[in-house]
């Protein structure tokens, strides 16, 4: 038994499966956005699985650890909702993005997607990633076989099934290995798949603000020729808080920037919120994106940032990772109730087919994007501007932009 600190603040313990051999139908390495998602959702439908994570509960919650802020697609949230995960905490500290505002630095254009266009929800919600977490956790953590602060030892793959042993000495017989450790996901190495890869050369740096004016739920993207800025509306009292995301080649060097270096920048670059504050500690993550050529193997499925990674010029990343897990989550749901092999290669194949249609062309056109608007030649910016011209003209055209930013295509 271990005991930590719940999100809310409750003290658990937590009972652990005594059993040294458990045999079981999913085995989930990595328990973080997209992993902790799928096993709420087979956790509320009752179909066994295992999870594994080496991170604590309280360092996953730790905001200190990551600050980051995720732009939730009204799609993914209808999934949070279905698992019944959304009312846990996202519901007071998700705040509605109703309107979003992209334009260049120094260009005349710009293009406003605003959520009455297509209907009365917002587009969707931004919140920090502690309550993502913390509404993942309220829900496993006190489940017997979700073991945190644990890490594979070994792990071997046979024709019904696969084997694992944990670091906590437990034995794992499972009949579908799902590989959720993100970018880095040791067990995809299994699978030996093909992996095109670009690094964009850039840093992003997160802060939170603090500022004059209200954001009134609108989320901004500045293009500049160095990478670019997004500032986007988090929860606060009198709507005078946003998150921001800012993009810059490798070699600058924002540490040697203070804050009040920081602050004049923003303000002179966004001069729309008045007088700016930081409000946080600075958060700084190095860019890059992959694909690969194959997403299943025997037994085993690639979800989350474990099967593809992006920048996050277009805020999708973790969103495509939800789609993942729902559209697995579905596939083990419905073979488990009516006695079929949850890893079978008939499922395995089912889950690629479908998310390659998904996943191939929201990578490429991300990295197509970040391509464009990321360079200061003038012949992409009068192609930039020509095209802010053509979304803003053609309302079936932004209609559909704005359809993908939602989750809802
Ligand atoms: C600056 C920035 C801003 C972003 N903003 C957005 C946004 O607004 N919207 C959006 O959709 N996406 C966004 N993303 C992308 C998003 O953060 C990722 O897609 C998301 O974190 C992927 O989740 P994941 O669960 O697949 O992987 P991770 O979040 O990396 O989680 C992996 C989990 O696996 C565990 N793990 C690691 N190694 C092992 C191991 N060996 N064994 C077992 N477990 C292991 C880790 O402890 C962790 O819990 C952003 C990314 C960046 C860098």
């Not at 328990?31 to 179909?47: F, I, M, T």
């Not at 993005?97 to 959520?115: A, P, Q, T």
């Amino acid at each position: 038994m271990w005991e930590f600190e719940s999100p809310r603040g409750h003290h658990r313990k937590v009972v652990m499966s005594s059993d040294k051999i458990i045999k079981t139908e999913v085995l989930i390495v990595g328990g973080g956005l997209v992993g902790g998602l799928l096993g709420a959702r087979l956790q509320q439908q009752k179909v066994p699985f295992v999870l594994i994570d080496p991170t604590s509960p309280q360092a996953m919650i730790d905001a200190v650890k990551d600050g980051r802020t995720t732009a939730i697609s009204l799609g993914s949230k209808r999934i949070f909702e279905k698992t019944g995960i959304w009312d846990v905490y996202l519901k007071d500290h998700a705040e509605p993005i109703n309107n979003i505002r992209v334009l260049e630095k120094g260009s005349v254009w710009s293009v406003d997607f605003d959520h009455k266009e297509l209907s009365s929800d917002p587009m969707g919600y931004i919140a920090e990633n502690m309550y993502f977490r913390m509404s993942i956790l309220d829900r496993l953590q006190d489940d017997p076989h979700c073991f945190y602060n644990t890490s594979l030892s070994d792990i071997q793959k046979h024709d019904g099934n696969i084997t694992a042993t944990l670091s906590n000495g437990k034995i794992v017989h499972a009949k579908l290995l799902v590989s959720a450790e993100g970018r880095k996901s040791p067990t995809r190495a299994l699978m030996a798949p093909q992996m095109k890869t670009r690094d964009y050369a850039q840093n992003a740096l997160v802060v939170h603000l603090e500022h004059e004016e209200p954001h009134h739920n609108h989320a901004w993207e500045i293009f500049t020729s160095k990478g670019p800025f997004a500032i986007l509306p988090l929860k606060h009292d009198e709507g005078k808080k946003s998150g921001i995301v800012w993009c810059k080649p490798t070699n600058h060097n924002w540490e040697k920037q203070t804050n009040d270096d920081l602050q004049a920048e923003i303000a002179e670059l966004f001069p729309y919120y008045g007088k700016v504050k930081i409000v946080s500690k600075r958060w700084h993550f190095p860019l890059s994106t992959f694909e690969l050529n194959k997403i299943s193997d025997h037994r085993q499925v690639l979800i989350g940032d474990a099967a593809h990674a992006m920048h996050p010029i277009a805020g999708q990343g973790v969103n495509l990772g939800w789609r993942d897990a729902d559209v697995l989550a579905t596939k083990i749901i419905d073979n488990y109730k009516v006695g079929l092999d949850v890893g079978s290669e008939t499922l395995c194949k089912a889950y690629e087919r479908e998310r390659m249609r998904d996943i191939k062309p929201l990578v490429k056109a991300t990295d197509l994007i970040t391509q464009l608007f990321s360079n200061d030649s003038k012949t992409l910016y009068a192609i930039r501007n020509a095209g802010f011209a053509v979304v803003n003209r053609v309302p079936p055209l932004k209609r559909f932009f704005m359809k993908q930013a939602m989750g809802l295509s």
